[in-house]
């Protein structure tokens, strides 16, 4: 499909504007296009800012909106023609993350030998592997893998799916995985399909733990959850009740100075830390349910 013609209204400043200067300027240029940009430039000595439109705006108009800022001098100009969608590919190039080649459909069949390649088109659902929530939870799968044979594992926010397909490369046993957003569970499934995992995943819409489905294939040796620290909270409880003795949850989401808060809410349900993986400010807590129960509980 041929792209719209559009154009751009462009200012550069060889000064970091003040903040309200700045906020009123980009008012004034708002009204000439959909999209408008504005960052730092040259180490932060300068600004740009760009709207963009599909209409070519008369230069009168913006001299005129500009006249309060004395000085300025906006360019008017068509957006060179690009092919977005290669443009957009080109952001998502592969990604090796231990034995897996993470790569969209325009990179199938390009895995190099001995990789476990994973095709992810995240459409509306997060789980590319670039975010280091997902990396981190796919790190911490590789060392528990080291010394542990899953038998039944459980994806709760599946996203892509990506975290469920890394589960299932590793311990090739068939997973549960659920998400409580609909276009979620249709990118997940779709994606399952790509990967040639349809029978080996099971996916379905689930808050939490509710679905049927969830709820009756535990208790799970294995949870990965990588959901915001509000919610992994509030789900603690029900990760006690459906992880199995001796099991390992993997959770992330969080960021570092909440580790304290989650740590603590699983505590109180039981559930003791076995490791952590800490990059960037991101947190991704492993969680270990005790192989027995404290003496007088069951
Ligand atoms: C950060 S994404 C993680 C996606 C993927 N698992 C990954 O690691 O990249 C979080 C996902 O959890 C889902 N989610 C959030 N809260 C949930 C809940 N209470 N129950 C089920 N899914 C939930 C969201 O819809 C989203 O798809």
Redesign the pocket.
């Known amino acids: 499909m041929k792209n719209p013609k559009l154009y751009a209204v462009s200012l550069d400043l060889a000064f970091k504007p003040e903040e309200s200067w700045r906020l009123a300027l980009e008012e004034a240029l708002e009204p000439f296009g959909a999209a408008l940009v504005s960052f730092e430039t040259d180490g932060g000595k300068g600004w740009h800012m760009e709207v963009i439109g599909e209409e070519k705006p008369s230069a009168a108009a913006v001299k005129a909106a500009l006249k309060p800022f004395a000085g300025l001098t906006p360019v008017i100009a068509p957006v060179p023609d690009k092919d977005w969608l290669a443009e957009s590919r080109k952001g998502l190039a592969p990604l090796k993350m231990g034995p897996f080649f993470v790569h969209g459909e325009h990179d199938r069949g390009k895995a190099p030998k001995n990789v476990i390649p994973l095709e992810i088109d995240a459409g509306m659902?997060?789980?590319?592997?670039r975010?280091e929530?997902?990396s981190g939870?796919v790190k911490a799968l590789l060392r528990l893998a080291k010394s542990h044979k899953f038998k039944r594992p459980l994806?709760?926010?599946?996203?892509?799916?990506?975290?469920?397909f890394a589960a299932w490369h590793l311990f090739k046993v068939p997973v549960t995985a659920?998400?409580?957003?609909k276009d979620?569970v249709r990118v997940a499934r779709e994606n399952a399909a790509i990967n040639g995992l349809r029978k080996a995943i099971r996916i379905v819409t689930?808050?939490?733990y509710r679905a049927k489905a969830i709820r009756a294939g535990g208790p799970y040796d294995l949870v990965?959850?990588?959901?915001?620290a509000n919610?992994l909270i509030?789900?603690a409880p029900d990760l006690a009740r459906h992880l199995a003795r001796n099991g390992r949850a993997v959770l992330?989401?969080l960021l570092v100075a909440q580790e304290k808060d989650v740590i603590a809410a699983h505590r109180a349900v039981g559930l003791e830390l076995d490791f952590r993986i800490r990059q960037n400010d991101w947190s991704v807590l492993v969680l270990k349910k005790a192989a027995r129960p404290p003496a007088g509980k069951k």
Do not use: K, Q, R, Y
Request: glycine content about 22%.
């Open positions: 659902a997060f789980g590319t592997g975010h929530t997902t939870c994806d709760i926010g599946t996203g892509t799916g990506i975290l469920a659920g998400d409580n957003d979620a689930s808050d939490g990965t959850a990588n959901i915001l919610p509030s789900l992330s989401g």
